[in-house]
């Protein structure tokens, strides 16, 4: 399985962007997805993740911002950020798992294959 991210940039405070994943290789309707970052000096974190039923789980420090969505006939799967910080910036992974319940994807080690990362810069 092959992950491209693409769609990050660079976006003043309380900006919006859409970052976005898209798969190849596998069923990707068979496979839970999630978004990780990492900032610098930083370690990586957890930030979305959809299970391939359609549930969703979010870190509290984006709850409310961000909204995880899937698109199956695409095979893609997306990130709105929205009102974003500084503190947001970061490169953003997406990664796939083909299982696992909605409460484990929130742990690194559940993905099995991860994309390159898009870099998104927050400015103050």
């Known amino acids: 399985v092959q992950l491209q991210a693409f769609g990050g940039g660079l976006v003043q405070t309380g900006g919006s962007l859409r970052v976005s994943c898209t798969a190849s290789?596998?069923?990707?309707?068979?496979?839970?997805m999630g978004w990780f970052r990492q900032a610098p000096g930083k370690e990586r974190e957890f930030v979305a993740a959809?299970?391939?039923?359609?549930?969703?789980s979010y870190a509290d420090s984006v709850k409310g911002r961000f909204t995880i969505s899937r698109d199956n006939r695409r095979s893609m799967v997306s990130l709105q950020m929205n009102s974003l910080k500084p503190e947001d910036t970061a490169i953003y992974y997406c990664?796939?798992?083909?299982?696992?319940?909605?409460?484990?994807?929130?742990?690194?080690?559940?993905?099995?294959?991860w994309g390159q990362g898009t870099l998104v810069t927050v400015s103050s």
């Open positions: 290789g596998g069923p990707f309707r068979t496979f839970n």
């Open positions: 959809i299970h391939r039923s359609g549930g969703t």
């Open positions: 990664a796939a798992s083909p299982t696992g319940i909605l409460s484990s994807l929130a742990l690194s080690n559940s993905y099995a294959y």
